[in-house]
């Protein structure tokens, strides 16, 4: 039977790696048993310390590259939503120039001014006439239009050329001087 | 030149003297009659050329001196923005100016075009570029409301500007929109609103109002309001404000003090309720005092 087997069974050679590898192992047997025979002890703290110390330090995380490239990225994207959201724009400069005629400027009469301020120092003096009701409500639109007065003037500057705001001035001016007419009448 | 000529030709005597050197003396004419008075100088005398015909042309330009240095020339430097906006249905435009003329005129798009004009006044050039840069503005868009306005900072030591400053908006808005405008010493042109919202807050103003349709707030102190051809509610509170109401239909409320008032209109289509103090009413408006 074993004969016929011998036969009809197919044969075999391993490669001579195997054999090698078989060798390699039965070699090395006897070293890993006794390794497992051999006492084990344990190293110092200290020792574990100064591995630690010896070994290079880990790379620190360089946080504040990303916050910066996180920071410009942001910059970018608002910059580019302002320029195509923001409404077109359009700025041009020119030069030109420009006739300012002396009728602009409102003729100044000091006159009024000094009347004023001479109405102003003799009612301080708490004169009767001045606390008449109808004196008072006189003297309150004379107030008024002086104080309206000394605005358009300084909105009217030295260089106007708004005849609008000079007429304005002009019936002003009339106004106040035929209220002060009205008042230095009743003194 | 035109105010020249015009005093030349108001102020130019009838009887015309000329006085001036002739062949060999001083003398003056009188209706084309030649007087001398004095007989003393030599026709070569050099001076004389000074009477020739070139010089006359100097002596005419000289004698108008006085007229021309009355008009003084400025400087005008002007800046320009234009900003637009598209907005909703509905929108609002608010302007606040300060010294600015502001013009409204409505279009068709859904787009509020603002056409912002900076300027200085000054004789030299360089004041009033610096001065320029003193007056500001803001042009914005916050959800339907568009906001403009202008002011004027002052340089760190306090001065303030030299040259006249001025400020000028130009708006075209969609006839729906809503109007809100606060403006000192300037002018206020609308034409062609159609909304329930028009508001003005004024001082030393020339308020110009043309064809508008709705409601319509306006408080005045100081200038001028005159609207034409208005369809609404119509609501005025003036203070010395000279005012002129020209074919006005629905409703007009007039609170008026001082300043003046005209209305002019068929009173058959509109409710007029006005109350006026020491204000001038003129072609027989009627009022309570």
Redesign the interface.
């Known amino acids: 039977m074993s004969d016929l087997l011998k036969h009809k069974l197919p044969t075999y050679t391993p490669p001579e790696s195997v054999w090698e590898a078989v060798e390699q192992g039965l070699n090395e047997a006897p070293l890993k048993e006794a390794l497992q025979h051999l006492p084990m002890h344990e190293p110092p703290a200290q020792v574990w310390l100064e591995l630690t110390e010896s070994l290079p330090t880990a790379r620190p995380l360089r946080w504040w590259r990303y916050a910066a490239a996180a920071t410009i990225t942001g910059l970018l994207c608002f910059v580019g939503y302002v320029f195509l959201h923001s409404?077109?724009?359009?700025?041009?400069?020119?030069?030109?120039?420009?006739?300012?005629?002396?009728?602009a400027l409102p003729a100044q009469n000091e006159a009024i001014d000094q009347q004023y301020e001479q109405l102003q120092a003799f009612c301080e003096t708490k004169t009767p006439v001045c606390e008449k009701p109808e004196f008072k409500d006189l003297k309150q639109?004379l107030d008024e239009l002086t104080i309206?007065s000394r605005?358009?003037k300084e909105?009217l500057?030295?260089?106007?050329?708004?005849a609008?705001?000079s007429s304005?001035l002009s019936d002003?001016e009339h106004e106040r001087a035929e209220l002060l007419k009205k008042l230095s009448e009743r003194i | 030149m035109k105010n020249i000529l015009h005093f030349i030709h108001n102020f130019s005597p009838p009887l015309f003297i000329r006085f001036g050197f002739r062949v060999c003396g001083f003398g003056f004419t009188v209706l084309g009659l030649w007087f001398r008075v004095l007989p003393f100088a030599p026709c070569h005398w050099p001076l004389l050329r000074f009477f020739s015909f070139p010089f006359n042309i100097l002596r005419f330009t000289l004698c108008l001196l006085p007229f021309y240095s009355s008009a003084q020339t400025l400087q005008v430097i002007t800046k320009t923005i234009e900003k637009t906006f598209e907005v909703p249905q509905y929108a609002k435009v608010q302007v606040w100016g300060e010294r600015s003329d502001v013009e409204i005129m409505t279009w068709n798009k859904n787009e509020i075009k603002a056409t912002i004009e900076l300027t200085a006044k000054h004789p030299t050039r360089s004041t009033a570029e610096k001065d320029l840069e003193a007056l500001h503005y803001t042009a914005d868009r916050k959800g339907k409301t568009v906001s403009l306005h202008n002011f004027v900072v002052l340089a760190k030591n306090g001065s303030k500007p030299q040259s006249n400053l001025k400020a000028r908006f130009t708006l075209f808005v969609p006839a729906n929109c809503a109007v809100e405008i606060q403006n000192s010493f300037g002018k206020i042109f609308i034409k062609g609103l159609q909304t329930q919202t028009m508001q003005l807050q004024t001082e030393f103003c020339t308020i110009e109002l043309h064809d508008l349709r709705g409601t319509l707030t306006a408080r005045t102190q100081f200038g001028a309001l005159r609207t034409e051809n208005f369809n609404g509610l119509l609501s005025i509170f003036s203070e010395r404000t000279d005012l002129i109401l020209q074919q006005i239909k629905g409703e007009c409320r007039v609170r008026s003090q001082y300043g003046s008032l005209d209305i002019q209109t068929d009173k058959a289509q509109v409710k007029l309720d006005v109350e006026t103090k020491n204000t001038e009413l003129r072609n027989g408006t009627v009022a309570k005092q």
Request: glycine residues 4%; proline residues 3%; hydrophobic residues 25%.
């Open positions: 409404p077109s724009e359009d700025t041009k400069l020119t030069y030109s120039q420009e006739k300012a005629f002396s009728s639109q309206a605005q358009l909105a500057g030295e260089y106007n050329t708004d609008s705001l304005q002003i």
